[in-house]
Nanobody, 122 residues
Framework: QVRLIESGGGFVQAGGSLRLSCAASGGGLSGYVAGWFRQGPGLERVFLAAITRDGGGVFMGDSAKGRFSISRDKAKNTVYLQMNNLKPEDTAVYYC???????????????WGQGTQVTVSS
C-alpha cells in the first residue's frame, strides 16, 4: 500500500514561493499518476495539477496555471509542487494523491496524503 507524505507547507507572505514535496513509502510512486489538490476552509477539494508516470505529461488546473508547476523525481520517489507569487487566496490544506489516470476528480485517485497547511499572509 502506497503511503504519501506531504511536506513543505508553512507561512509565507504574499508574493512569496513555496515548494511542496510528496514522498511515497510502502510502494513506488513511479507506478502512479500523481496529482495535487487543495482545500480551503469550508470549500471543496480543488484540482491543481497532475503528472504522468514518466513525467512527460503535465496537466494544470485553472487555479494553478501561470504560477504553479508540478514535477517528479523518480529516483527519489517524490513529486513536487512549486508555487510562486502566492496570494492570500492560496491559503488551504494541500494534498498529494496517486492514481491510475490523469483526472481532475478527487474520487478517481486511490491514495492520499494527510495534507500540509499553506498560509499566505497579505
Amino acid at each position: 500500500q502506497v503511503r504519501l507524505i506531504e511536506s513543505g507547507g508553512g507561512f509565507v507572505q504574499a508574493g512569496g514561493s513555496l515548494r511542496l514535496s510528496c514522498a511515497a513509502s510502502g510502494g513506488g510512486l513511479s507506478g502512479y499518476v500523481a496529482g495535487w489538490f487543495r482545500q480551503g476552509p469550508g470549500l471543496e477539494r480543488v484540482f491543481l495539477a497532475a503528472i504522468t508516470r514518466d513525467g512527460g505529461g503535465v496537466f494544470m488546473g485553472d487555479s494553478a496555471k501561470g504560477r504553479f508547476s508540478i514535477s517528479r523525481d523518480k529516483a527519489k520517489n517524490t513529486v513536487y509542487l512549486q508555487m510562486n507569487n502566492l496570494k492570500p487566496e492560496d491559503t488551504a490544506v494541500y494534498y498529494c494523491a496517486a492514481g491510475s489516470n490523469v483526472t481532475p476528480y478527487p474520487y478517481e485517485y486511490d491514495h492520499w496524503g494527510q495534507g500540509t497547511q499553506v498560509t499566505v499572509s497579505s
